[in-house]
């Protein structure tokens, strides 16, 4: 097959020749992507894989093509590039391209080849085509290619646990010795699969390899061949500590099976190979700092440090040098280095740079000056930066010169550079806040990247962060140390200098987080902020806490206010299918403007804009302009109680007597999670006998065991809905369960009130302004309860039509109370619909408001923080049905008309929406045309028109109007908008997120901006 017949199979399939996001072995060194290394291994060739090209996805290798001479046919062959490039742990999927078929080939072993696309039915939106993987369809389909823990990454880690576990139980040594002798294991590995310590080097030295040396259970070998390899290498992790003996020196024969075993990379924990062994020589260099994740589990709560995954290191890099004219000039610093992939990221960013300026990969001699010049980090923990060293010196051999390799092999080359004490330190000379971490002393670094610890010491310990602080004159939220972390990153970069921080979501969001954003944003110039809280349990693999990444400047020491006009954007990207192939995206419709002064005063906009946008945060500030529940308690509106029930146990806290509770009935919490508004009294229970003793029983307690009141348990709650429950018989409740309690004559109020925190508007007000919810826990606190909109009719704008609404809405609930038993449910579900529109008219909603309202609730609930990849295909995933766009389409108009009508415009808009519905990766064009006269327009009916829609998008491109990531990747055009004459143009993927009203919202502020002059960079404030 000739690379012509190649390149028209290319071409046929979508995946464009001449797009930066197709790779060739002629396009020579790949210095200035990502992946640049490990795409030259791809395709070299002479090398192993010999792909003949690869195609990227948002800069991540995910499709590797060969040409089928025969490849398809000879298993073994077929196998091994498998293997290899699954070792990579990049590239998704693999196209065979004969001269009549493309054959689909699963880089996981477990998948069998698919069923080869004959050419006839080959198309740019066919299967296997640029868009089917574009758009994540090929995910959809074929599920089972790509799961998660088939991943290599997974599976290398998995075992390296179950290693040390086995070494620990079967061969008596300690979790310190099992992780020493399994690093020493892989270090060796490495050097040996990627050609560094080869058969030369072992006669010349009179050593053998790892692997015989195991097998052989010789101690003393082993031992030689570690000494002699810290020799020539540096590697101080290759020996133990002064006065420790080594541990292969006693290891037990059982010791040795574990670790032939992890050699030969089978399952660790079933003995079975079900996935293809690792290949050290292809392995990622990061993916060494797994090791820490790994290791140093035990220590993980207490430091609170987390392995940090390669897609985020890659991104954090990304925005750390982004906009640097020259990387190799660059001095970066880790103040928490931990596993040290930030490190090392940065530094095979730099080198890869730096070789395809010059056009030639650089000596190793070159390569230490480089590394020493660049890269710096402490740690507290000398194992971390012994694996940040670890992971730094295996980046220095990746790919060397054959000079340095013979040079190497012959003992004559230059060794490993001494890191530990000269750019890396531990101990307290690696404490970022102790005096002796000399790294900090001065503002001598251009850029800073760190994942400090998110730990908030314990009530009585004493950190040097806390230490620091307290020097300083202040105090941050909570005692966390990574906001100490953030202000004293200040110290130690240049006055243009560069920070770029992985941080606890908590501490941007959270309402206790105001004082530390304010301060910080006093002290720094916020570029750009990315909440990850939607991937919480998807991004860390242990860690089930939300990130942000903060990319910030030090602003000048004599500025002392925050510019009215300045900005920041700030990313949203939520749950994608995308993520299962290792890739972190982007839609448009996650990235707004926030006006910093904004955050500076109130960081609730920044909950709010998660998954809303300007007319939400209106919205809810609207909603709490009256009043919130806690005023009905607080006594602005009334003396009410919200508070928990009786506390069964509390060391804290004196004993006091059950025995009134034992006189009256008990609400068990598992009647309190039905579906009604009220208690079913016949379901009432006893006090349990056995519970003599209880906490806090006074008498403001007991008085809300009687008289009307809502009670709702406290626990997880399904689709966000407060399970409210009115009651006025006499019941106690244990601190499980919450209650709003009221005088007689509000009995009224409190069965509305129980029908309102069912409501949608509570559960879309519960994802708009609580942080809690959104971004750490799928449960409603009492706090968040006492912060929802509410004001009593007597308050209300209207009372008369309130105390109305009030009396309808009780008369509902005595309603379905009055029915048989099970006739209640369908009588509630019959009038649900009655009580929702009752709460809108309440607060006043208007139909635009409501329909958003309901948007959320339908749409965006169901979608929010998948609990991992096997529910990663949310519904807000699917394809829009043309109801949705033409929804959509009506929307976009009247928001047109009323940015129109708010700026004293002229004219009309005429909304049409044209899908393609054929094929994978499916997507529609949005046309508003300007229209002279007023009043004639309209939004048309979407509907499905495949030639019409490629026909506007060879007139977009053939008039170079399309930007060039748009014009490789039309996925990413959502967040573009094309004037062409007198219409505006928007091309959105078929994904329902693309869909929703309020991108309407967002698409017509676009549209206004891009017609002003302002293009893809709006600058209107978003917040």
């Not at 560094?196 to 010789?218: F, H, P, S």
Request: charged letters at 25%.
């Amino acid at each position: 097959m000739t690379a012509h017949d190649s390149d028209q199979w290319l071409e046929r399939l979508g995946y464009d020749s001449g797009s930066a996001f197709l790779h060739r072995a002629a396009d020579g060194l790949k210095g200035q992507h990502r992946y640049g290394p490990e795409l030259d291994v791809l395709l070299d060739p002479a090398g192993p894989i010999r792909a003949h090209a690869v195609f990227d996805v948002e800069g991540v290798p995910t499709v590797c093509f060969f040409h089928d001479d025969g490849l398809l046919n000879d298993a073994q062959r077929l196998n091994d590039i498998r293997r290899r490039i699954w070792n990579q742990n990049l590239v998704s999927i693999i196209l065979v391209l004969s001269g009549s078929t493309v054959t689909p080939v699963p880089v996981s072993k477990r998948a069998n080849v698919g069923t080869p696309v004959q050419q006839s039915a080959a198309s740019s939106h066919g299967l296997f085509s640029a868009a089917d993987v574009q758009s994540g369809d090929l995910y959809a389909r074929h599920a089972d290619w790509f799961r998660h823990e088939e991943r290599v990454d997974s599976y290398l880690l998995r075992n390296l646990n179950e290693a040390v576990r086995q070494l620990t139980k079967v061969a008596g040594l300690s979790d310190e010795q099992a992780q020493q002798l399994v690093g020493q294991l892989l270090f060796v590995s490495y050097l040996e699969e990627r050609g560094i310590v080869t058969d030369v080097y072992r006669r010349e030295r009179k050593v053998a390899r790892m692997g015989d040396l195991v097998t052989q259970q010789d101690s003393v070998g082993i031992l030689r061949l570690l000494k002699q390899l810290k020799s020539d290498f540096n590697g101080d992790f290759l020996e133990p500590s002064a006065g420790e003996d080594p541990v292969w020196k006693s290891l037990q024969p059982n010791g040795y099976a574990v670790a032939q075993r992890f050699l030969s990379g089978e399952d660790m924990s079933s003995g079975q190979r079900r996935l293809w062994g690792y290949d050290f020589s292809f392995l990622p260099v990061e993916l060494i700092s797994g090791i820490y994740e790994s290791f140093l589990r035990d220590e993980q709560d207490e430091l609170g440090a987390f392995y940090t995954p390669r897609n985020l290191a890659n991104l954090v890099i990304d925005q750390a040098l982004g906009n640097c004219e020259d990387l190799g000039a660059q001095r970066i610093y880790d103040g928490a280095c931990g596993s040290g992939i930030l490190l090392t990221t940065a530094f095979r960013r730099i080198l890869t740079h730096v070789e395809a300026q010059r056009g030639q990969l650089l000596p190793l001699a070159d390569r230490i000056t480089l590394l020493k010049s660049c890269i710096f980090g402490s740690d507290v923990s000398k194992a971390a930066c012994q694996m940040t060293a670890f992971s730094l010196y295996l980046s220095l051999l990746e790919r060397l010169q054959p000079a340095d390799l013979a040079q190497l092999e012959r003992g004559e080359g230059v060794k490993l550079p001494k890191l530990r004490g000269e750019n890396l330190f531990s101990g307290a000379a690696g404490d970022f806040f102790d005096t002796k971490n000399k790294l900090v002393s001065k503002p001598s670094f251009t850029v800073f990247i760190c994942n400090p610890p998110w730990k908030e010491p314990k009530k009585g310990a004493q950190s040097s962060a806390d230490t620091w602080t307290e020097s300083q004159g202040g105090a941050v939220v909570r005692r966390q140390m990574a906001a100490a972390f953030a202000h004293r990153a200040l110290d130690c970069v240049e006055s243009t200098g560069r920070l770029c921080l992985i941080l606890p979501v908590s501490l941007f969001l959270a309402p206790t987080s105001q004082r530390f954003v304010s301060e910080w944003l006093s002290k720094v110039k916020l570029h750009r902020l990315i909440n990850f809280g939607d991937l919480r349990d998807l991004l860390f693999d242990r860690a089930h806490h939300a990130c942000v990444v903060a990319l910030a400047t030090p602003r000048a020491r004599n500025q002392q206010f925050v510019p009215v006009a300045e900005q920041f954007e700030y990313w949203v990207p939520k749950a994608d299918t995308s993520l299962a192939m290792g890739r972190l995206t982007l839609r448009g419709e996650d990235r707004q403007w926030v006006q910093t002064q904004r955050i500076v005063s109130s960081n609730q906009a920044l909950t709010t804009l998660s998954w809303g946008g300007p007319v939400d945060i209106a919205l809810c500030a609207r909603l709490r302009l009256h009043g919130r529940l806690d005023d009905m308690a607080n006594g602005r509106f009334g003396s009410w109680q919200i508070r928990k029930g009786v506390h069964l146990n509390d060391a804290s806290r004196p004993l006091q007597s059950a025995t009134k509770l034992h006189a009256m009935p008990h609400i068990p919490v598992k009647i309190v999670q039905g579906s009604l508004p009220f208690v079913d009294e016949g379901l009432l229970d006893n006090f349990p006998r056995e519970q003599k003793k209880v906490v806090g029983l006074d008498k403001e307690l007991l008085a809300v065991f009687s008289g009307p009141r809502v009670v709702f348990p406290d626990g997880p709650s399904p689709g966000l809905e407060v399970r409210a429950h009115f009651i006025s018989a006499s019941a106690s409740f244990t601190s499980s369960v919450g209650v709003v309690s009221g005088p007689e004559e509000d009995a009224d109020l409190l069965k509305f009130l129980a029908v309102y925190l069912r409501s949608d508007l509570v559960r879309y007000f519960v994802v708009m302004s609580q942080y809690s919810v959104l971004v750490a826990q799928d449960r409603i606190t009492l706090k968040d309860i006492k912060s929802l909109p509410f004001v009593p009719p007597a308050r209300h704008p209207n009372p008369e039509k309130a105390r109305a609404i009030v009396a309808e809405a009780a008369q509902a609930v005595a309603d379905v109370q009055g029915c048989d038993v099970f006739e209640q449910d369908r009588r509630y579900q019959q009038l649900r619909r009655k009580l929702q529109k009752l709460i809108f008219q309440y607060f006043g909603l208007s139909q635009s408001e409501t329909l958003l309202v309901q948007e959320v609730v339908r749409d965006v609930i169901p979608s929010i923080q998948p609990r991992g990849f096997s529910t990663l295909r949310t519904e807000l995933q699917l394809d829009a049905p043309l109801d949705k766009l033409s929804d959509y389409a009506e929307a976009l108009r009247a928001e047109l008309v009323a940015w129109r009508d708010a700026t004293s415009g002229r004219g009309d808009f005429e909304v049409t929406v044209q899908a393609a519905t054929a094929g994978q990766g499916r997507f529609a064009v949005v046309r508003v045309n300007l229209v002279a006269a007023a009043g004639n327009a309209k939004a048309a009916p979407a509907v499905e028109a495949d030639k019409a829609v490629q026909a506007t998008i060879r007139m977009l491109q053939d008039r170079q109007l399309l930007p060039m990531r748009v014009t490789s990747n039309i996925f990413l055009a959502a967040d573009v908008v094309l004037l062409v004459d007198s219409s505006a143009y928007i091309i959105k993927p078929m994904q329902r997120r693309a869909w929703l009203r309020r991108s309407a919202l967002q698409d017509a502020q676009r549209i206004v901006q891009t017609a002003r002059g302002v293009g893809e960079i709006p600058r209107a404030e978003a917040a």
